[in-house]
Nanobody, 122 residues
Framework: VQLVESGGGLVQPGGFLRLSCTAS????????MGWHRQAPGKQRELVAA????????KYADSVKDRFTISRDNAKKTMYLQMNSLTPEDTAVYYC????????????????WGQGTQVTVSS
């Protein structure tokens, strides 16, 4: 599956952005999806994940109650609504497909988007 992200940009602290990830291919509706991010000098981390049907989600502690992951299988698109952004949210955000889930643990899949930059600064 090929993935294309959009929606990144520069926003002031306390602001919001919505990222989108559109997939090609016919398997979108049956695979888990997720958003990861990588800040300069830091390891890539899982921000949020969603199962194939959209009924189960997982969030990193740092974004709980601020970010919301969702998906529209008919449009083959996943979203990340990011509210109350802080400078610590500054990173390149990557869409990831076909995550594996074992209990409460989620592991990155093999397909990645090109990334979209999110910068939170005044």
């Amino acid at each position: 599956v090929q993935l294309v992200e959009s929606g990144g940009g520069l926003v002031q602290p306390g602001g919001f952005l919505r990222l989108s990830c559109t997939a090609s291919g016919s398997t979108f509706s049956i695979i888990n999806m997720g958003w990861h991010r990588q800040a300069p000098g830091k390891q890539r981390e899982l921000v949020a994940a969603i199962n194939s049907g959209g009924g189960s989600t997982k969030y990193a502690d740092s974004v709980k109650d601020r970010f919301t992951i969702s998906r529209d299988n008919a449009k083959k698109t996943m979203y990340l609504q990011m509210n109350s952004l802080t400078p610590e949210d500054t990173a390149v955000y990557y869409c990831n497909a076909d995550l594996r889930r074992y209990g409460s643990s989620w592991y990155a899949g093999d397909s990645w988007g090109q990334g979209t930059q999110v910068t939170v600064s005044s």
